[in-house]
């Protein structure tokens, strides 16, 4: 059905031992995608440590992707999990995804992007050696159409939640493909916002540095990040407008620190 979260195809309850190994749902939200769909689940499969769920999440797609996800939950079988929905924007279907996900981690794979194969292994690695960390995420490769390929790579990266709120107001550093964070850290800032068109990632990694969460980046380009004329990212008027947005709600926020509140001249004089 087109006008319910509908759970196409659902695997068994998590045993205890699964529940307490750190395991991982990638969430993967598409909207009319179907062209590209396949790669990006494929890399998601193809992890060194591989995923114990992935979570499809059709936000109301017209085109093929409904015929391809029946293809796709025969290939891969119990360990793919789709989701229908009516449309409702990427902030809607990465809800709708989170809480199918039965894991401890999410990562997050946009429809049209792919993964190297260590990605998942890398970054588990990093909780493995910071049991405290809650987020990390990665540098990246854009990729053209044309073939081009350009590396984007934070300079540095400073882990104390100030440092990360002061990289978040000069630019939404942490792109979705590259993230991988506790479901437990999403569910304690409340969802993704459903109203923005565009930014509802930014949002959502804004709110996470205030609430202090601790945050690990890995310099090692592990998302190759498709940059194509559909990118919502590349308007810059609505940049501008949705970083106004975020930020000014946070900043008349009663509960933002006030080592946080400081830095409100700084985010509106960048935007």
């Not at 395991?23 to 769909?37: F, G, M, Q, R, W």
């Not at 979705?176 to 959502?204: C, I, N, Q, Y």
């Amino acid at each position: 059905p087109s006008d319910d979260r509908v759970r196409a195809l659902a695997g068994s309850p998590l045993s205890m031992a699964e529940a307490s190994r750190g395991s991982i749902s990638v969430v993967i939200p598409t909207y009319n995608c179907a062209s590209l769909l396949p790669v990006a689940v494929k890399s998601a499969f193809d992890q060194t440590r591989a995923p114990d769920e992935v979570v499809i999440v059709d936000d109301g797609s017209t085109d093929a992707t409904p015929g391809l996800l029946r293809d796709l939950a025969a290939r891969y079988g119990e360990r793919l999990i789709c989701v229908r929905k009516t449309n409702g924007g990427q902030g809607s279907a990465r809800n709708a995804g989170i809480s199918a996900a039965r894991h401890e981690f999410i990562a997050f794979l946009d429809c049209d992007d792919q993964w190297t194969p260590e990605k998942l292994e890398r970054q588990m690695e990093a909780f493995r050696a910071d049991p405290a960390l809650d987020l990390v995420f990665t540098a990246y490769w854009r990729v053209t159409p044309q073939g081009g390929r350009s590396l984007v790579c934070l300079p540095d990266w400073d882990p104390d939640p100030l440092a990360v709120w002061r990289a978040l107001i000069v630019a939404s550093c942490m792109t979705p493909s590259t993230v991988l964070v506790r479901k437990a850290a999403l569910h304690a800032v409340g969802p993704f916002d459903e109203t923005l068109r565009v930014g509802e990632d930014w949002d959502m990694w804004a709110r996470l540095a205030v609430s202090g969460i601790r945050t690990a980046y890995l310099r090692t380009p592990l998302v190759d990040y498709l940059w194509h004329d559909a990118n919502l990212s590349r308007d810059r008027r609505d940049i501008s407008q949705a970083a106004l947005m975020i930020f000014g709600r946070l900043f008349q926020s009663s509960r933002l620190p006030p080592r946080f509140q400081a830095e409100e001249r700084r985010c509106r004089s960048r935007w």
